[in-house]
């Protein structure tokens, strides 16, 4: 049934082809009756505003993938035309995705492609469904070792963007988008990479993540609706929740190598990484007099491929001149978290790669981001603020369900959790920093992260680090960062950078090693 609202989304824009291609022949034939008058260009792509922040609203949890604004479709018109695009591979590279974009008719095909090559002191091998090495350090985090380092900066993609005129200023808007790790080339899948681990002990173990991205082709994004600068834009189908959409913006170390908040989605999840998509997600925004305003609710539960039963989320921001602010809050219900069995507790008679372990709970919290544009000095001064309060779930489901990832389920009994939090958890996470232009195509940006959690075990703590006895007990994580970005042209840029992560009390309890420093090394291709 999940597979029916990204199938249906792609039925959905290539529905619109045909007509696209008789709007651009009445284009064409309005081109050669007019060859004398002169188009407004830039007032006429003022109505397409609101469509074009949509469109840059679809990208990764860290760092976003352009969606180019402008309608394809009126690519027949001279002024819409920039000569020379595809006359060699190095003219393409040269030019930006905005001015010469792949596309035809209403549809503009996009993609952003991140590899690199680093170091970690403490880390664990690739996994083939992941996204990322462990660039922060985790529970099997173990040796020191050279490694391939994908999507450090941002998140490989490939998708398709649909923006067609309607009537008056009401455009048909569309993304399919999907995440996929550059040097194993499959769709990120983080249930799979984590049943990947299930007949493995954690010290054997490769990289594997809890994750919204389960091997769907839509895995980032995959939603239809309509815009209109006045009325705002609505949408339906798999969508970024809006505190994933915002987070990036605010983050001085926007990556996901070097920025604490970039690497896990527990934040913009407000307690639950599978949290920051909804696969059917009813999304309406709006920007009325300056401010900006989000709603956002789910449409069903766990057997439409969601990771909770219930999820809403709602937003509210400003520009104060150079001043930006956002505040966000959001709660979801029943909210599903996954881990590996790590050889140890895996059911008889069950396949090992299609059963997971989970923990579910009742998850909310908000998001309250600033920042702050120095003209005169080309720097940008950050300021954010995270909590959220996670308790025990509202309902049981004591033979199980469906998980995000088709063909992974959890079947419930020993298996699944459901009184974790008879103590709430909170967590308060709180970063500042800075990005300085050196250049208009060199920037450097540096971050400071500290994530505190409260004492949630039921029984007195003992130990300290990663011999504290119990998960639940307080503890923190923190970290510092370091960012070069160079971007010789316009779509392509070479970035180095370093984090520096350390883990304490009940979140470092069952690691080997508390810290670790990833310096990478990688390029981006945006296309």
């Known amino acids: ?185 499959m769709l990120i899948n983080g249930p799979r990479s984590l049943a990947d681990n299930n007949l493995v002990a954690q010290r054997n173990q490769r990289t594997a993540f809890d994750s919204s991205r389960a091997g769907q082709i839509d895995n980032s994004q995959g939603y239809i609706g309509a815009s209109n600068p006045i009325y705002g834009t609505l949408t339906f189908g798999r969508t970024n929740s809006l505190s994933q959409s915002a987070i990036g913006a605010f983050d001085p170390v926007q990556s996901i190598a070097f920025s604490q908040i970039g690497f896990s989605g527990v934040y913009a999840g407000f307690g639950a990484s599978p949290e920051t998509r909804i696969n059917t997600a ?114 049981s489901f004591p033979n199980g369900f469906p998980t995000v990832a088709s063909g992974i389920i959890n079947i419930g009994g020993s298996t699944l959790t459901s009184n974790n939090f008879g103590i709430p958890r909170d967590l308060n996470t709180v970063w500042t920093g800075a990005k300085y232009a050196l250049r208009p195509n060199i920037d450097l940006a540096g971050g400071v992260y500290f994530e505190h959690q409260n004492d949630f075990n039921p029984v007195a703590c003992t130990g300290s680090g990663v011999n504290t006895s119990n998960a639940r007990c307080a503890g923190n994580r923190w970290s510092f960062s370091f960012l070069v970005d160079y971007r010789p042209i316009p779509r392509l840029s070479l970035y180095g950078g370093v984090m520096l992560s350390k883990v304490s009390g009940g979140i470092a309890a069952g690691f080997f090693h508390d810290q670790n420093i990833d310096p990478t090394v990688g390029v981006r291709i945006r296309f």
């Open 1 to 185: 049934m999940k597979r029916l609202i990204s199938v249906a989304i792609l039925g959905g824009l290539v529905a619109c082809a045909a007509s696209a291609a008789d709007a651009q022949t009445k284009f064409a034939d309005a081109q050669n009756n007019l060859s004398g008058v002169q188009i407004d260009t830039p007032g006429f792509q003022n109505k397409f505003a609101v469509a074009d922040q949509l469109a840059q609203n679809v990208q990764e949890q860290v760092s976003p993938t352009y969606v180019p604004p402008n309608p394809p479709f009126l690519a027949s018109l001279p002024s819409f035309s920039k000569p020379g695009c595809f006359d060699s591979v190095w003219t393409y590279l040269k030019s930006s995705v905005k001015d010469c974009p792949l596309s035809w008719g209403p549809f503009t095909f996009y993609g952003n492609l991140d590899g690199g090559y680093g170091w970690s002191q403490f880390g664990a091998p690739l996994g083939r469904s992941a996204d990322k090495a462990n660039y922060f350090i985790q529970k099997n985090s173990r040796d020191r070792h050279w490694l391939w380092s994908p999507n450090a900066a941002s998140t490989s993609v490939a998708g398709i963007a649909l923006e067609q005129k309607l009537q008056g200023e009401w455009n048909l808007i569309g993304v399919v988008e999907g995440g996929f790790n550059p040097y194993s080339l």
């Open 282 to 395: 009813l999304t309406y925004r709006l920007t009325y007099q300056g401010i900006r305003l989000g709603a956002q609710m789910q449409v069903g539960g766990y057997s439409l491929g969601n990771a909770a039963t219930n999820e809403y989320q709602v937003q509210v921001g400003t520009d104060l001149g150079n001043f930006s602010f956002d505040a966000i809050a959001g709660y979801a219900k029943n909210a599903v978290t996954l881990s590996s069995f790590s050889n140890s507790g895996l059911p008889v008679g069950f396949d090992p790669n299609s059963v997971l372990k989970a923990t579910l709970s009742d998850t909310g919290g908000f998001a309250l981001l600033s920042r702050y544009n120095w003209k005169p000095y080309n720097l940008k001064l950050y300021l954010g603020y995270i909590y959220s309060h996670t308790t025990d779930p509202s309902d």
